[in-house]
């Protein structure tokens, strides 16, 4: 990289991080994790673009609390002030379904689906429409949803994200993205009170699990590249998503948030998928970045 270039990218990386600390913890070794680690990624993603005619699916996949947001705000500014591409993102998370469809999910079905996160919660429909919109060679401008976590319901549309051009890279970041299911046998020993106590004949995670090996399958199958975010463990999820229940009690307007228990309860939600995807995305990941117990990355492994 020319060194212009990479004073460049230093400042404006330096100053979208010193946002983010005033709502958060401060960010450790800024300029190690710039060039160890989001140059490199960027690098990877940049090859990929200059191999394929077409618009690129990058699947930026972690755990609850891991940083994907933070992360890929980093990646789109390396990559617009690097390599001048234009990037477009968005969450799985602002596809879940509205309020008023879980709650008749959840009467249909297992009163679990009443709380977003698993496959089955989110419109799939509407993904697939995305995807679709995204990569059409007479691209039109079009919306993407967004979804207001502390009203737990989907954004009006006047509040949607508008993609006014064709991107030349699409960062696709989500908690279950690139999760694969598991083989009925392992489903039947609940893994958590959660599932014990509400879901005892399996209709839930039969169904989730269902959903996972069909139409979940091929929306990751859209994905160029997949980069996972190794957390530490479990419990790290848990203490970084109580972190981020309080950044969003700073930003948001009507301060409905949870509390600690309330916290340990709704990742019980996350909890299989989360555990399966530790054992087998760092073996299927294109990248892994492995995140130590202060949230700072410590090794990157391409496979």
């Known amino acids: ?157 006047s509040k949607w994200k508008i993609v006014k051009r064709k991107p030349d890279v699409v960062i696709f970041e989500g908690w279950c993205v690139g999760a694969k299911h598991q083989k009925k046998h392992e489903l039947k020993k609940p893994i958590n009170f959660l599932e014990k106590e509400f879901d005892p004949k399996l209709i839930w995670r039969k169904k989730v699990n269902n959903q996972l090996k069909n139409i979940y399958s091929t929306i990751f199958k859209k994905i160029d590249k997949l980069i996972f975010l190794k957390v530490p463990s479990f419990q790290s999820v848990y203490r970084w998503r109580l972190l981020q229940e309080r950044k969003l009690q700073l930003t948001s307007k009507s301060k409905k948030t949870m509390s600690s228990s309330q916290v340990k309860r709704f990742i019980m939600f996350y909890e299989r998928i989360t555990k399966q995807m530790m054992k087998d995305l760092p073996k299927r990941a294109q990248a892994v970045l492995y995140l130590d117990k202060k949230h700072k990355f410590f090794k990157i492994r391409f496979n």
């Open 1 to 157: 990289m020319k060194t212009s270039d990479f004073l460049s990218v230093r400042k404006k990386y330096l100053k979208y991080l010193k946002k983010q600390e005033i709502l958060g913890q401060p960010f450790q070794d800024k300029y190690g994790q710039l060039k160890n680690y989001y140059i490199p990624i960027c690098n990877l993603i940049y090859k990929n673009y200059l191999t394929k005619n077409k618009v690129i699916i990058i699947g930026l996949s972690g755990s609850q609390g891991s940083g994907k947001s933070t992360i890929t705000e980093i990646l789109k500014i390396i990559l617009k002030t690097k390599y001048n591409l234009n990037t477009v993102s968005f969450s799985i998370d602002d596809f879940y379904k509205t309020l008023a469809e879980r709650k008749k999910l959840s009467k249909k079905s297992n009163k679990l689906f009443f709380t977003r996160g698993v496959p089955a919660t989110h419109d799939t429909k509407l993904l697939l429409k995305t995807f679709k919109n995204l990569q059409k060679k007479s691209f039109k401008k079009f919306l993407i949803p967004k979804f207001d976590k502390s009203k737990d319901d989907r954004m009006t549309r």
